[in-house]
Structures are given as structure tokens and as C-alpha cells.
């Protein structure tokens, strides 16, 4: 009965390689996130969408493009992947109804750019 | 921005004994929310505050607001090895659904 999963858990790829990253969720919530976590712990907000649509979009690369298929899934495709791109990205997800700010976060995928 | 300081940045302390982290606003804050992450898995929601002078228990874990809404604290009392993680207060800035995160606070929990 897991909550918010993510797709791969691991992933190590050498510099220059496209790969996504899947995000689902079972919670019935209507919005999702992604964040980034780097070296030092420190997370930050990425994208957030609210029914398919995209609410927030920091200041991050092009070569990031979330996609949400529908409410429960939130894709991130990373196009010719750098070295700094090497972090633990975490899926978040939550329900705009209640408290927007209770979100629960998928288990994260550590990706490793060599 | 909201900024959010954490201190200590890290803390090793003794099974039993009582500890306390601290999350500091740049702004008033609207809502302070604290996750516990566990080495190498997800966040997990722990309380959420929302009015000056709120104070809040769960388990062992106590956290309380300030009056002036910029400072939270986060009290483990009788600490134990399954308190081990890194504690983060997130809080919303002033923008719909963006939830900023402190610095982290690393516990070690040793027997």
C-alpha cells in the first residue's frame, strides 16, 4: 500500500544520457512535486503541478521537463545530463483540498552522473 | 525568499537524553512544518504549526512556534535509536504550494 513511489530507486548514468525519473502516487491527491536534495541535504522545490497543470517551475535547467500524464504520476525527463545533476530527487505529492503544505514524499531515486 | 536556518546542523547524543533543534525565519512564517528523513529514504510529515505560541506533541517529539511566528523548535525527550534521521522544518513562503526547506539537522542517536 505504498503512498507515493518512485521509479528507478538508483540510477547511474555517465554524462551527456537522457533518463527519467517516474513518480506515481495512489493518495488521490491533486498535486505533486519534484524536489532536488544535494550534497549537503539541503532540498529544494523543483516543479509542483496541480491537476496536470504547472504551478511552479524554479529556476531550474532546461534540460528538466516534468510531465504528469495524469493526477497521480509526475514524470522528470533530464535531457544530456551533467555531473551537477548528481543528487537524490525526491516525488512529493499533496492534497490542494486540505492542508496543501502536508506532503508526503516518495522514497527518492539517487542518481549518479558520471 | 524565506530563508530557513537550522541549528544545530548536527548532533550526536546519548540514548535517554533530551535534545532540541531550532528553525530560524528571515520572515514571519505562515506555517512551519517539520519532516524527519531517515537515512536514505523519504520525508516524513512530523507536525505542522500554524499559531504564535502553538505547541504540539507526537510520541516523544514536542515542537512549539514562537509568539512572534519566527522561530520553531523541535524537543525529543528520552531520545532513542529509532530518533536517528535528519530533521528538516519546511515553511510555506508566501507563494501557493511552494514549501521551502531548512538547512537539515543530522541526529545520531548512540546506545
Known amino acids: 500500500d505504498t503512498a507515493v513511489s518512485q521509479t528507478p530507486k538508483y540510477l547511474v548514468t555517465q554524462m551527456g544520457n537522457d533518463k527519467s525519473i517516474k513518480c506515481e502516487q495512489n493518495?488521490?491527491?491533486?498535486?505533486m512535486y519534484w524536489y532536488k536534495q544535494d550534497s549537503k541535504k539541503f532540498l529544494k522545490i523543483m516543479f509542483s503541478?496541480?491537476?496536470?497543470?504547472?504551478?511552479i517551475n524554479e529556476t531550474v535547467p532546461n534540460r528538466f521537463s516534468p510531465k504528469s500524464p495524469d493526477k497521480a504520476h509526475l514524470n522528470l525527463h533530464i535531457n544530456s545530463l551533467e555531473l551537477g545533476d548528481s543528487a537524490v530527487y525526491f516525488c512529493?505529492?499533496?492534497?490542494?483540498?486540505?492542508?496543501?503544505?502536508?506532503?508526503?514524499f516518495g522514497p527518492g531515486t539517487r542518481l549518479t552522473v558520471t | 525568499s524565506q530563508e530557513l536556518e537550522q541549528s544545530p546542523q548536527s548532533l550526536i547524543v546519548q540514548e535517554g537524553k533530551n535534545l532540541t533543534i531550532n528553525c530560524t525565519s528571515s520572515?514571519?512564517?505562515?506555517?512551519l512544518y517539520w519532516y524527519k528523513q531517515k537515512y536514505g529514504e523519504g520525508l516524513i510529515f512530523l507536525m505542522m504549526?500554524?499559531?504564535?505560541?502553538e505547541e504540539k506533541s507526537h510520541e516523544k517529539i514536542t515542537a512549539k512556534l514562537d509568539e512572534k511566528k519566527q522561530q520553531s523548535s523541535l524537543h525529543i525527550t528520552a531520545s532513542q535509536p529509532s530518533h536517528a534521521g535528519i530533521y528538516l522544518c519546511?515553511?510555506?513562503?508566501?507563494?501557493?504550494?511552494?514549501?521551502?526547506f531548512g538547512t537539515g539537522t543530522r541526529l545520531q542517536v548512540t546506545l
Open positions: 504549526l500554524q499559531k504564535g505560541g
Open positions: 520572515k514571519t512564517l505562515y506555517g
Open positions: 493518495l488521490g491527491h491533486d498535486t
Open positions: 512529493a505529492s499533496s492534497y490542494s483540498g486540505g492542508d496543501p503544505y502536508e506532503q508526503y
Open positions: 519546511g515553511a510555506y513562503g508566501g507563494t501557493a504550494s511552494k514549501l521551502t
Open positions: 503541478y496541480n491537476n496536470k497543470e504547472l504551478i
